[in-house]
């Protein structure tokens, strides 16, 4: 397709004409885009939103154009530009924690749009708001189902995706599992008596800790972690050689911990509340 730039009035550019081709601009924008939408990939930024529309860049690329030099130097700039910052590629989207064992990316998904779950890794997706979900495993029929803040789903290793179907903005969180798992089962050994275990499988152990403001938990142990805060609070823990260490933890914080026992207390006026994700 040829587009012919016109204009109703006025004199026409004096300076040279170039008919560009956009096709090698648009390949290489394919390219990077599928480089970093393959799913919650562990070897690139992952981008997972995936849109039904065609992009003004795919629209602007199938065509041909006259434009001055001056022009085109400026387009392939912020083309480029683009391409070097995974935000504006994928959506609202933030990589939280990346190490050996996990990799994990917060996403806020507008109505229509969807992540897509990588089928290499296993993996736990956290609701940080309620709404409703289309969710469609591989060669099989979607289900729409409602969740509620703080709602916890293991995903096995195979790829599907998780779509907003409501009507408002839903934020998720994806915590990828790289480790190949082991064959020990924690139940709730260690933890405290106010910890309830929601998921344990050979990839990792998933708890939900609650704690009233103004109240203790007894002596208490935690593997290296994730800790997903949906309600925060201000906290002191008591270690076993007598240390006392104070820290905050705020709503909406993503975080990776390290193993620890401590005796903990909620020193502040609000409830604790997070999700736990200790990998194996």
């Known amino acids: 397709?040829?587009?012919?730039?016109?204009?109703?009035?006025?004199?026409?550019?004096?300076?040279?004409?170039?008919?560009?081709?956009?096709?090698a601009l648009r390949i290489s924008l394919h390219n990077s885009k599928q480089s970093r939408c393959c799913g919650w990939d562990t070897r690139a930024p992952p981008c997972c939103l995936h849109s039904t529309e065609p992009s003004i860049f795919a629209r602007?690329?199938?065509?041909?154009?006259?434009?001055?030099?001056?022009?085109?130097n400026w387009l392939c700039g912020v083309i480029v530009a683009l391409l070097l910052v995974p935000d504006v590629m994928a959506g609202n989207q933030t990589e939280k924690v990346r190490n050996d064992k996990v990799l994990v990316v917060e996403q806020t998904l507008a109505p229509g749009e969807a992540l897509t779950l990588p089928g290499d890794h296993p993996g736990v997706v956290v609701y940080l708001d309620a709404g409703a979900v289309e969710i469609a495993p591989p060669q099989e029929k979607p289900r729409t189902q409602t969740v509620k803040r703080g709602v916890t789903m293991f995903q096995p290793p195979q790829s599907g995706t998780v779509k907003n179907v409501g009507s408002s903005?839903?934020?998720?969180?994806?915590?990828?599992?790289?480790?190949?798992?082991?064959?020990?089962?924690?139940?709730?050994a260690g933890l405290a008596p106010n910890y309830q275990v929601l998921i344990e499988n050979q990839y990792g152990r998933v708890y939900d800790i609650s704690m009233a403001a103004g109240t203790s938990e007894p002596l208490h142990s935690h593997h290296d972690r994730v800790v997903i805060?949906?309600?925060g609070a201000e906290l002191m823990h008591e270690m076993p050689d007598g240390r006392k260490e104070t820290a905050t933890l705020k709503t909406g914080e993503i975080?990776?911990?390290?193993?620890?026992?401590?005796?903990?207390?909620?020193?502040?006026?609000?409830d604790l509340w997070v999700i736990a994700i200790e990998p194996k």
């Not at 839903?170 to 709730?188: F, H, I, M």
């Not at 975080?255 to 609000?270: E, P, S």
Request: include cysteine; proline fraction near 4%.
């Open 1 to 23: 397709m040829v587009f012919n730039l016109k204009t109703n009035a006025g004199p026409r550019l004096s300076q040279p004409q170039h008919v560009v081709s956009m096709n």
């Open 60 to 72: 602007f690329f199938d065509m041909k154009m006259p434009i001055s030099q001056t022009f085109q």
């Open 169 to 188: 903005d839903l934020r998720v969180v994806w915590t990828e599992y790289l480790g190949k798992g082991g064959s020990e089962t924690w139940g709730a």
């Open 229 to 231: 805060c949906l309600s």
């Open 255 to 270: 975080a990776w911990r390290g193993a620890t026992t401590h005796v903990g207390h909620n020193l502040g006026k609000t």
